[in-house]
Nanobody
């Protein structure tokens, strides 16, 4: 049974930082391009970042570039999202997902986690 379990969400003040983790079981994350998406209140799901299986290539949406960093530890079977300089508009449920290729489209994902809530207060 494949599971992706996100953790690390919570309440933080604007300007603060959080580190999200996505722990995988039943699947080797090294086989997939790992992605982070988010869905804010009343908003559509939004692509955040992806990282290739080797970690040598990453891609970010413009709104988080320079503030968020995606990384992976294939030994621990875990993917991370370091979020700095958080803004109220970053408030959302954050999801990790595994796909065969790097894409900004959620429809290309094979596996999804259930999400972790990040709330940024002003």
């Amino acid at each position: 049974q494949v599971q992706l379990v996100e953790s690390g969400g919570g309440l933080v003040q604007a300007g603060g930082s959080l580190r999200l983790s996505c722990a995988a079981s039943g699947v080797a994350v090294r086989s997939y391009v790992m992605h982070w998406f988010r869905q804010g209140p009343g908003k559509e799901r939004e692509f955040i970042a992806y990282i290739t299986w080797s970690g040598s290539s990453t891609y970010y949406t413009a709104s988080v570039k320079g503030r968020f960093t995606i990384s992976r530890d294939n030994v621990k079977n875990t993917v991370y999202l370091q979020m700095n300089s958080l803004k109220p508009e970053d408030t959302a449920v954050y999801y990790c997902a595994a796909g065969a290729v790097g894409t900004t489209s959620g429809s290309g994902m094979r596996y999804w986690g259930k999400g972790t809530l990040v709330t940024v207060s002003s």
